[in-house]
């Protein structure tokens, strides 16, 4: 069960920020994005359920889980193999699974959403989910480019809607965009920041914009990758290399959109392309398009730009 703290700001005693303090977490989605995300809550002593429409994705993301939590055991507890098993085991301990959402949200502190990039998909889950979930439970969207006062609009709960936007690798990527709309009340605002950090993670504060501050400059330079790539001014090889060993990036363009999806970046380029139809710049990717149709999703499915495995 959640409580409330009182936070007493040093420097202002008279100015108290209260806080539900998230130990119940339900993550809708099992896919990279929500297995990320339950392993880095669990592994930071929250209990988890994560929620899935399909039993055989539950257990591939229990599966992917437990392996990721050995990778990380492997530097964290170098010198100490019985500590890490130990830290495994606790982890493990801390998550469940359900097909169902309905039937688990009843002592769940925070609903976290990470499903598919459509609004109707996402408003129908919280609409629905806002009928059944306690009325302390905060409800929170992972997506990516999508307006959280939109998702939020399904509920009747728009004071406890905020956005926290976690990163792919999530249990390796430090930031968590923390998102609040003109509704969110500050007591729900500073519960998500709380809970990130809780994660381990840095936060940012956003407001509810268009691809809150990381996907508002990624964007535009991905599609820019792309367009350089269709138009044959260099190969997606080149572009890959020339912006790791020229900008010390991780990834190229092409390597970071299979590693996201490209299923996911589609749903993104259409859903701006509807919100702008007249700006040129979210004109459809005929490369985008035909990998899409044909199934490949980048490195999820084995190929994309790239051929993997
Ligand atoms: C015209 C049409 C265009 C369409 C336009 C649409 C545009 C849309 C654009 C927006 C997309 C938004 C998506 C989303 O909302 C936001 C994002 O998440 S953006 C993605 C952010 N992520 C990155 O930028 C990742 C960059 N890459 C990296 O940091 C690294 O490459 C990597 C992924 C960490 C992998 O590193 P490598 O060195 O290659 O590989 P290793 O396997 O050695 O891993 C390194 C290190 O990390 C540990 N590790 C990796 N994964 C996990 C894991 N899942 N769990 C735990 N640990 C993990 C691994 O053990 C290694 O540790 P070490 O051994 O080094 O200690
Ligand atoms: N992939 C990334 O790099 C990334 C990074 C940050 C945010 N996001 C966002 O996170 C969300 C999920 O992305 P992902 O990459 O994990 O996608 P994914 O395709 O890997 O996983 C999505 C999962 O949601 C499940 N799902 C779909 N509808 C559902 C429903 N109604 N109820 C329960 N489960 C349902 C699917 O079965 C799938 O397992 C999206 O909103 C995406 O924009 C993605």
Known sequence: MAFLTHHICRGLSSSAVRHVVIKNVTIIG????????AQVAASTGHAVTLVDTNEDILKKAVKGIEGNLKRVVKKK??????????FIGKAMQNVSTSTDAGSVVQGTDLVLEAIVENLKVKQDLFGGLDKLAPAHTIFASNTSSLSITDIASSTNRLDRFGGLHFFNPVPVMRLVEVIATSSTSQETFDSLLNFS??????????????GFMVNRLLLPYILD???????GDGS????DIAMKLGCGYPMGPFE???????????????GWSAANPDNPMFAQSEVLNKLVSEGKFGKKTGEGFYKYK
């Open 197 to 210: 950090k809780m994660l381990g993670k840095t936060t940012v504060s956003c407001k509810d914009t268009p």
């Open 236 to 239: 997606k090889e080149d572009i």
């Open 30 to 37: 099992g896919g990279q994005m929500g297995a990320g995300i």
């Open 225 to 231: 990758a792309v367009r350089m790539y269709e138009r």
């Open 77 to 86: 507890f170098a010198d100490k193999p019985e500590a890490g098993e130990e």
């Open 256 to 270: 970071l959109s299979d590693y996201v999806g490209l299923d996911t970046m589609k749903f993104i380029m259409d």
